[in-house]
């Protein structure tokens, strides 16, 4: 597959950032600093080039009922201009993929799914959407580009490309709400909504904006303190707040319960795919979990290195990093459920050589996306 | 982005004082900005032997893992556990301060460049 460029390509080689393939994308692993990218969004804020992400809108009357049947959470309590967290799941269980549902009117839905899933999830629910006639499924992904605006004085920097009649209702938007908003007589849809544990916004706009957005959100970093942000430090501060990656912390073997988002799983909502398999396993108890963990020894644990307590494999990191917020290095563990606890001591096997680490309480770093 | 003429380069981005007697070897300017941040280093120990192209350690940045290839066959005699330490010094100065090891050399490396070399080397990709 050729690898894409953005709207933001050009933006990107003159901010000088080192560009990386990412599910099929040209995108910033970072323009100068991880480490300084990850604070200026703890402490100010940063911009993110999020275009790669896939938009597949729903409408028609079955909307509800489809995606009610569809995804894991309740899709019944969302209203317009409420978005929720949420799952594909297989019948059996495993997740397909994980995304963000918003509803944008009574009979129009717009789902937020991960780049490397788009074309698998699109063919998924086209399959399904067969037994509700009238459910339109539009894969959007290519007409959007979207941008992630994120930290404790995103708002001030978003509001430099809100139309002046427009600023109240944009400052009023509370955490997983989405509001449509015209900019420069074009639609957009801003949300509230991140992936950082930061306040901020998600903006989805047409592609011919996304320059002007992006140097105009820049321009306000002498007010704010905004900058450019690329994928690396998206990543640290995920694992942080404790948000899954897919295709790291989550896959199609995995189950929302053992992935820790059984809150997102609404299995007394009525039937969705995946809902039995999901029941048997909950009156079982899941044999697996994500946990957090910190390390106590020098190391960055990676994905995929095995854990250990004693001689025992509990199994394996998930996702692992130096964590700059707040020091040394951590991440999350897919390990054996039931004989161990928060607390608990275990070893991840770097290279050759067990390094101590304890299980902690997720997520290591508390979000503070309502602020 | 600066490279010391003084020094030799292999192609995998590491540098060596001298061909002879005892050395220093380092990372370049080049390999530093490719990784990003470094957060980590792994260093062998003294008396720790290696021949010419051998893995002696490895440096981590926030997202990858790359290891270190030792550019001339030698024997440790040092190790700069200051940089152990303080990983991130290496992005201020990869040449004096962030030397990584001290090495009697034992064998005239064969596959070392000069610094001009080295720069046309890399030229293309910067």
């Not at chain 1, 929720?84 to 717009?110: F, T």
């Not at chain 2, 490719?34 to 008396?47: F, K, S, Y």
Request: glycine share 8%; net charge negative; aromatic share 8%.
């Amino acid at each position: 597959m050729e690898t894409g460029k953005t709207a933001l390509y050009g933006q990107h080689l003159a901010a000088k950032a080192k560009m990386i393939s990412f599910a099929g994308w040209h995108l910033p692993a970072f323009y100068g600093s991880v480490l300084e990218e990850h604070r200026a969004v703890r402490e100010r804020a940063g911009i993110f080039d999020v275009s790669h992400m896939g938009e597949i809108f729903f409408s028609g009357s079955p909307a509800q009922e489809f995606l009610q049947y569809l995804t894991i959470n309740d899709v019944s309590r969302l209203s317009p201009g409420q978005g929720h967290y949420s799952a594909l799941c297989n019948q059996e269980g495993g997740v397909i993929d994980d995304l963000i549902l918003y509803q944008l009117e009574a009979e129009r839905y717009l789902m937020c799914v991960n780049a490397s899933n788009i074309s698998s999830d699109y063919a998924w629910i086209v399959k399904q959407a067969q037994r509700f006639p009238g459910v339109v499924v539009d894969n959007a992904s290519h007409q959007w580009s979207q941008l992630a605006i994120q930290g404790p004085t995103s708002l001030s920097a978003l509001l430099s490309i809100v139309p002046s009649d427009r600023q109240a209702p944009v400052q009023d938007l509370e955490y997983t709400q989405i509001m449509p908003l015209m900019i420069k007589d074009r639609l957009c849809y801003l949300a509230r909504t991140g992936y950082t544990g930061e306040k901020g916004y998600e903006l989805y706009l047409p592609h011919e904006l996304a320059s002007w957005a992006w140097e105009e959100i820049v321009a306000s970093s002498p007010l704010t303190g905004i900058r450019p942000i690329g994928l690396g430090a998206r990543d640290t501060l995920r694992l942080e707040a404790g948000y899954l990656l897919y295709g790291n912390d989550l896959n199609e073997s995995t189950s929302p319960l053992e992935a820790g988002i059984g809150w997102a799983t609404k299995l007394a909502a009525g039937a969705f795919i995946g809902r039995e398999a999901l029941l048997r396993q909950k009156a079982e108890g899941v044999e697996r979990r994500i946990f957090c963990f910190r390390m106590e020894e020098q190391g960055i644990p990676r994905h995929d290195m095995e854990v250990y307590r004693g001689d025992e494999v509990l199994g394996t990191v998930t996702s692992g990093s130096v964590l700059p917020t707040l020091g040394g290095a951590g991440g999350m563990a897919l390990l054996k459920a039931g004989t161990i606890a928060v607390g608990d001591s275990i070893a991840i096997k770097i290279r050759h050589e067990m390094k101590q680490a304890r299980l902690v309480a997720r997520p290591l770093y508390m979000a503070r996306v309502k602020d | 982005m600066e490279f010391p003429e003084h020094y030799l380069y292999s192609n995998d981005h590491e540098w060596l004082s001298s061909v002879s007697g005892e050395a220093l070897v380092g990372v370049s300017h080049y390999a530093i900005e490719q990784l990003g941040d470094v957060v980590h280093i792994d260093l062998p120990r003294v008396g720790e032997e290696f021949t010419e192209g051998q893995v002696f350690g490895t440096i981590e940045s926030t997202k990858t893992v790359s290891d270190l290839y030792i550019p001339a066959s030698g024997r440790v005699l040092a190790v700069n556990s200051a940089v152990v330490a303080k990983p991130e010094s290496l992005q201020e100065d990869p040449y004096e301060e962030g030397w990584l090891i001290k090495i009697a050399v034992t064998e005239r490396p064969e596959k070392v460049m000069n610094c001009r070399d080295y720069v046309s080397f890399i030229q293309d990709k910067l």
